[in-house]
C-alpha cells in the first residue's frame, strides 16, 4: 500500500471553520425557523464592480475568435496585468518592484502554501499568535513541525503572542529565527503595522539573515495614510522578504481566484554549503513547473482594477465595507464591548464580555442571536477570550446582526 504523508495527520482534526458549520448545522436543524446571519468566515458578499465584468466579457469574447484566441498564457501572467500592479501598487508609492519581480496566481493562499517547496528542512520558524491558520497548517504538512500540544501549539514552531498589551502586534523573537510569517492589515485582529514596526522587523532579518513573508491580502483597505501598504516600502526590505498580494478582497475575487507574489531579484537564500542561491529564480521555476498560469479572463478583469474607472469603483467596494466595519466596532462599543481593528482592515476583533471563552460566545451569539462570528481561540492559543467579526456583509445584515446582539448583550 502506498505510504501517505504522515505529517498530514498531526494536524487537528476538528478545524475550525468545519466546527463552526457544524455547531450552525445542528442549530438550525434544531430551529429551522431561524434566520442566521453570517459574520463569520471572511469571504465577500457583493458583485463584482462593471468595469471589471466588462474587460472579463471582453476578454471572454477574445476567446471566441482565432485572431485573438489565447491558449497557455506565461506561468509568471500577462505583461498587461505585472506592468500597471508594478506601477500603481508599488511605483507610484516610491517603491522600486519591477514588473518582471511580480508572479501573477490563482490565490494567495496557495502561494503562501507553496512557496514552502522553495524553502529547505531545518529553518526555526516564527509564527505570530494568534494567526491565519493556512501559514501553520502548511507548515505541518510539510514536516516542518512536531505535534500538537493541547493548546494546539506545534512543537518546533516558535509563537509569537499578540495580545492588548501589544495591540495585537507581537515583540521581536527573543532568539534568531529564520523565517518568519507576517500578515498586515492583519486577519484576524484587523490591526496594523506601523512603519516603525515593520522597519524593526526588516532590521531584524537583515541582522540574522531570515526571510519575512508579508502577507498584504488586506493592504487596499488601510485608510490611514502613515501605514505602509508594502513591506517593500521599508528601506532595506528588498533583502529579507516576499510579498504576497491578493485580488479576492479588494475586487471581489475570492470566486473568480487572482492574486500575486512579489519576489525581489536581489532576494537570496542558502545552500547547506553556504552558497547564495536567488529565491527569484528558485520561485520562477518551481511556477514554470508546476503551475501553467492564472486564466486569461481573469487577468483581464483584474487588470480593469487600474484603469480609472475600476480603481472609483474599486474604492467604493472597499468604502462600502468599511462603513460596515465603524457600525460593528460603534454598535459593539455601545454595549460596552471593547474592539480592536476594524479601521484599516474589515476585521473586528473584540473582547468576549464576561471573561466567556471564545466558543461560549460563539455559542451565545448563534443561540441568543442566530449570528456566526469566529472564536479567537480557533486562530491559536492566544486568540482565546477574543471573538472575529468580519465586516464582509450586506449592510442590512450588519444593522439587524447588531440590533439583535444590542437585545443579548445590553
Ligand atoms: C483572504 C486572505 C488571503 C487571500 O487568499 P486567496 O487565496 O487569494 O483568496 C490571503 N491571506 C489572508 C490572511 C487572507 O485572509
Redesign the pocket.
Known sequence: MVQINANYLKLKAGYLFPEIGRRVTAFSQANPQARIIRLGI?DVTEPLPSSITKAMHAAVDDMASRDSFKGYGPEQGYAFLREPIAQHDFQARGVDISADEIFI????????GNILDIIGDGNKIAITDPV?P?YVDTNVMAGNTGAADASGRFEGLVYLPGNEANNFVPELPSEKVDLIYL?YP??PTGTVATRETLQKWVDYARANNSLILF?A??EAFISDPSIPHSIFEIEGAKDVAIE?R????SIG??GV???LTVVPKQLMGTTPTGEKVSLHQLWNRRQSTKFNGASYVVQKGAAAAYTDEGKVEMRGLIDFYMTNARLLREGLTKVGIRVFGGVNAPYVWLKTPNNLGSWEFFDMLLNQAHVVGTPGSGFGAAGEGYFRLSAFNSRQNVEEALERIHKVLQ
Open positions: 471572511g496566481s490563482d490565490g494567495s493562499k496557495c502561494d503562501t491565519y493556512v500578515c492583519n486577519n502577507d491580502a488586506y504576497f491578493s485580488f479576492s478582497k475575487f475570492t481566484r487572482c492574486a
